[in-house]
């Protein structure tokens, strides 16, 4: 099969290249286990990883740590080579003996290097579940990763209340808008930072108030907005914005650390004078029965906003499979909103 594959370090348009590669089987997955850097052979003792499903994919998603995977500034190694691709929909065709129940459906699910999503087969673990049949592929395939991202980010680790004033960096993003809505749904006052006028306008029509950084020092636009200050930060970015971002909490605020847009750099110490919290978001590193019970939960929280209209997942463009390096490279320098999805030919 063709599958968008990384050799190398760099920009994704220099280092994803579409090979023919076999077919990912059951067998290439006895003996293996899981790492925060995708699969890996088991040491001595360890249980293989099992819960798992091969698809055949039809629509996949593009995101930022498939540009940061490319770079090598993702905040874990992943081993070279690997099939890029973080998530997608694909019906499925073997399954660990837990998930058999799952074989001929149509699933969405997130997919771990280096068995990624841009293949017609790819492995999902983990994070699965039925597609509704009324979500169309495209809007399943960006689903997953953003909205249980932003749930654990929103719900779980930031515990965003009713009459919070929140602001969400990096706002126009997958995850970001993803933040955007679930925090609006909690009854916050959300401030959406994005960089661009069209961005500002999207935030703006999902009834966030928007501040374009690239036309104003954000800072005093957030502050226009919120003269007494902001009780969280919700933070996929990073960087030197949210270090410069973290002068507009209150007292007791909570600066949530959700990705790495804007790479990763410390922090300043003197957090703990204001009694300001750093909260750190990762969907990873849990046991796995702890896992799951967030996965479900999650979905079930997210599934009632989705049938009472509340949350959608963003996916304004879809491009062909062999678009995916030009499109990589859009995500790369920012001209995207949401998630971008991809079609994926058959074999």
């Avoid at 997955?29 to 850097?37: D, F, N, P, T, V």
């Avoid at 940061?68 to 003996?97: F, I, K, L, N, S």
């Avoid at 966030?208 to 007494?228: C, G, K, M, N």
């Amino acid at each position: 099969m063709h599958a968008w594959r990384v050799h190398g370090f760099g920009e994704p348009e220099e280092t994803v290249v579409l090979d023919e590669v076999p077919e990912p089987t059951r067998q290439d997955l006895a003996g293996m286990c899981m790492s925060l850097g995708g699969w890996v052979s088991c040491d001595q003792g360890r249980e293989p990883f099992g819960d798992w499903v091969l698809m055949r994919m039809q629509v996949a998603a593009l995101a930022l740590p498939d540009v940061t995977m490319c770079r090598g500034t993702y905040p874990v190694p992943v081993a070279r080579p690997y099939v890029t691709g973080q998530e997608g929909v694909g019906v499925v065709v073997d399954a660990a003996p837990g998930r058999r129940d799952l074989v001929g459906r149509r699933v969405m699910a997130c997919t771990i290097q280096p068995f990624g999503s841009l293949a017609p087969v790819a492995v999902g673990v983990s994070m699965i579940f039925p597609v509704p049949d009324a979500m169309e592929d495209e809007a399943a395939a960006g689903f997953l990763v953003p909205a249980h991202t932003a749930y654990h980010a929103v719900a779980r680790r930031g515990q965003v209340q009713d009459g919070e004033t929140v602001v969400v960096l990096g706002a126009a993003g997958g995850v970001g808008l993803a933040i955007v809505q679930l925090c609006m749904a909690r009854g916050a006052y959300v401030i959406a930072v994005v960089g661009g006028a069209e961005k500002a306008r999207f935030c703006a029509d999902l009834g966030a108030e928007a501040v374009d950084h690239r036309a104003t020092a954000f800072v005093d636009a957030v502050s226009a907005l919120a003269p007494e200050g902001v009780d969280v930060i919700m933070d996929p970015v990073q960087g030197a914005q949210g270090a410069e971002a973290r002068q507009l909490l209150v007292p007791g605020g909570r600066h949530v650390l959700c990705g790495h847009a804007g790479g990763l750099v410390p922090h300043d110490p003197d957090f703990y004078l204001h009694n300001h919290t750093l909260v750190g978001v990762d969907l990873g590193g849990y046991p796995p029965a702890v896992m799951q019970q967030f996965h479900r939960e999650a979905q079930e929280s997210l599934s009632a906003l989705l049938d009472a209209g509340r949350y959608r997942p963003i996916v304004p463009r879809v491009v062909e499979f062999d678009a995916v390096p030009q499109a990589l490279s859009d995500l790369a320098a920012r001209r995207t909103i949401g998630r971008v999805a991809v079609r994926v030919p058959a074999v």
